[in-house]
């Protein structure tokens, strides 16, 4: 899909292809943004569309596009390694933490890096890992961009929801009730049942506690497996899906927002939730520390029976809640800027593309 740009220019001279992936869908939307506002000429295109790298070489030339920027290391590696123009990939998580251990994902990985202009990360870990996994690298390949938040909530009602749909009685009163909402797509390395079992057994013992969960399904033989699971689990509500702004107006309402996963780059549904005044409870995982200090800015958990001991201590303390509500939302302003990510973005990839056109004879 095309894009017109006001900097006819940067139109004609620096096309971006930029790639889809479904796991990323919003931040591929939030990038193509900043850098059509910029003036550059956008291609969204899906890596899957493409059945060989001859035929991207040919869709490359055939649209005068110069640059591309891709999400994940082997997802858009694979196209890319032989890709005949200069690329940006953006580390996505699960590459560096979960492919690598295949050797063939890693050979891919590799090449995919060694020719890369540009690998930018979200984070200090994810950072540590690419030195890592690529002890040469040489350091001014590797960029830090934090990963930016924009949220847009809507007039939904969880709770309105919730009781249509008989997942909450409706004699309850909204007060009491607290929703512990995670938001995942259904995949093995988000782990979305590793907490549904004690959140049931806290539910049998105290019915104002709901886990809610929203995702659609990613992995099928996950999603299977996550059906057939929480069918019988009382106080465990599974959502497929809701809209951007839905999502954002149901992180609101939520009393807390989890991460399970045991895997992450920087989890966007966390600084969602920060930004918009919901305290985070996340799996004690790389990702997750990179965003969360422990107590100060959210809270950290270990096991699932840790993850119910914190929240029940963040239901007893009240101070706690509006400490980590405060301290997050200051972290979110001051480290996750729109402004920060469209600027370095827009930077990174002109700096790309002035590299490029010097390499020519």
Not at 192 to 221: A, C, F, T
Not at 254 to 270: D, T
Request: charged share 20%; net charge positive.
């Amino acid at each position: 899909m095309s894009y017109v740009s006001h900097r006819r220019f940067l139109m004609k001279e620096f096309p971006l292809h930029y790639f889809r992936l479904e796991s990323d869908v919003w931040k591929n939307i939030f990038i193509s943004q900043y850098l059509l506002k910029n003036g550059f000429h956008c291609h969204i295109k899906d890596p899957l569309s493409f059945l060989s790298a001859t035929q991207l070489n040919n869709y490359l030339d055939n649209n005068n596009i110069q640059c591309l920027l891709g999400i994940h290391l082997y997802k858009s590696g694979c196209l890319l390694k032989d890709c005949k123009k200069p690329y940006v990939i953006i580390i996505g998580g699960t590459d560096v933490n979960k492919y690598h251990t295949d050797l063939h994902m890693l050979d891919i990985m590799t090449q995919t890096v060694s020719s890369a202009r540009y690998l930018v990360v979200f984070g200090e870990s994810l950072r540590k890992r690419v030195h890592h996994l690529w002890p040469n690298l040489p350091p001014k390949k590797l960029v830090e961009i934090k990963q930016a938040v924009i949220t847009n909530p809507s007039s939904f009602c969880l709770y309105e929801y919730l009781r249509s749909n008989d997942y909450i009685d409706n004699r309850s009163n909204n007060c009491d009730i607290k929703l512990f909402l995670l938001i995942s797509g259904i995949r093995h390395v988000k782990d979305p049942l590793y907490l549904v079992k004690q959140m049931s057994y806290w539910h049998n013992e105290d019915d104002n506690i709901y886990y809610i969960i929203i995702g659609p399904m990613i992995e099928e033989d996950c999603y299977k497996e996550f059906t057939s699971t929480i069918k019988s689990l009382q106080g465990v509500v599974y959502i497929p899906g809701l809209s951007l702004s839905d999502t954002h107006t149901a992180i609101k309402q939520a009393y807390c927002v989890v991460n399970s996963s045991k895997s992450e780059g920087m989890s966007l549904a966390l600084l969602e939730a920060m930004e918009l005044g919901t305290p985070v409870l996340a799996r004690n995982i790389c990702g997750n520390r990179d965003l969360i200090t422990h107590k100060l800015t959210g809270l950290l958990f270990n096991t699932p029976q840790e993850f119910v001991k914190e929240a029940k201590y963040l239901i007893m303390v009240p101070n706690l809640r509006e400490t980590l509500i405060a301290e997050a939302k200051v972290h979110v302003s001051k480290q996750h800027s729109s402004l920060v990510e469209e600027k370095k973005y827009c930077e990174l990839i002109s700096k790309c593309l002035c590299q490029h056109y010097s390499d020519l004879p």
